[in-house]
């Protein structure tokens, strides 16, 4: 799909978002159609499998004079990636759409009921260009976290599980990334009430490096489930939640270490020596 030349007023979309994780777009089309459209997300090829060329196409009928709706409710299948939006008008040429309105109140400490098995989150936001994208995650199961405390030269994580349960021989595990010289896997004990889990890394057992943090709900011969935020209305926490870091005396000498999230919002630990 190839976006046509803007019209000459670009397209604008207001959004709202539902507590079920359903989104509803309103388009202002005013003298740009007269038939048939179509709000069109395309995946894009880097979050692809094989860089598919995945598409969802939606209705968008009139509810206004010059606007146009449509729904994209929980119970469609929005694999996960990043989903950039364009109207398909009677022109018959794609226009990419750039964001209006965006009410996303209801998406605010979500708890899904998780009955389905998985979570579904949908968090539309401007592209550096300005146009509208919708960021999409779809976790089964998922573990969500609640909480990131320092506590003693260590990092306290709560959160919760959604499409699985917790079983004896359940513990968090830090894995290192290619690079992070002695790294290897640490697996912390958790501590689990229901749903809710809680662990402590310390961070002096950590080798300088980058650290990404699963949990494994029922132990070894269960799934591995990596952590993430991903419960709001913030589409890449990365520049928006920061933590403090601590300096702390490891066998590998004075390093300073704290959480972060990812460019996909997943919890990561980096652990840097101190300069000399």
């Not at 066998?251 to 990812?262: K, Q």
Request: charged fraction near 20%; glycine fraction near 10%; aromatic fraction near 6%.
């Amino acid at each position: 799909m190839t976006p046509s030349a803007t019209p000459a007023a670009p397209l604008r979309a207001d959004c709202i978002g539902d507590s079920a994780g359903g989104l509803t777009f309103d388009v202002a089309a005013h003298g740009t159609t007269t038939g048939a459209a179509l709000l069109v997300l395309r995946r894009r090829a880097a979050d692809a499998p094989d860089g598919a060329d995945d598409t969802v196409s939606l209705p968008l009928a009139p509810v206004a004079e010059g606007r146009l709706r449509a729904a994209l409710p929980s119970s469609v299948a929005l694999p996960e990636g990043r989903w950039d939006a364009y109207a398909l008008l009677s022109d018959g040429e794609p226009h990419r759409l750039v964001p209006g309105v965006t009410d996303l109140r209801s998406l605010a400490d979500r708890t899904p009921g998780g009955l389905l098995g998985h979570v579904a989150v949908r968090i539309p936001y401007a592209t550096r260009q300005g146009n509208l994208t919708v960021r999409s995650w779809l976790r089964a199961p998922h573990a969500e976290t609640t909480d990131l405390r320092l506590e003693d030269g260590g990092l306290t994580v709560r959160g919760r599980v959604y499409g699985t349960r917790f079983a004896p021989g359940a513990h968090a595990e830090l894995r290192a990334r290619p690079g992070a010289g002695e790294g290897g896997v640490r697996r912390p004990a958790v501590a689990v009430e229901r749903s809710e889990f809680a662990f402590t890394v310390p961070y002096a057992g950590l080798a300088p490096g980058v650290w990404d943090v699963w949990l494994r709900p029922a132990g070894e011969s269960g799934p591995l489930v990596r952590l993430a935020r991903l419960l709001d209305d913030i589409a890449d926490k990365h520049p928006v939640l920061t933590y403090p870091r601590a300096r702390v005396e490891t066998p590998h000498g004075p390093v300073t270490a704290g959480p972060h999230y990812t460019r996909d919002n997943d919890l990561s630990l980096t652990v840097a020596p101190l300069e000399p």
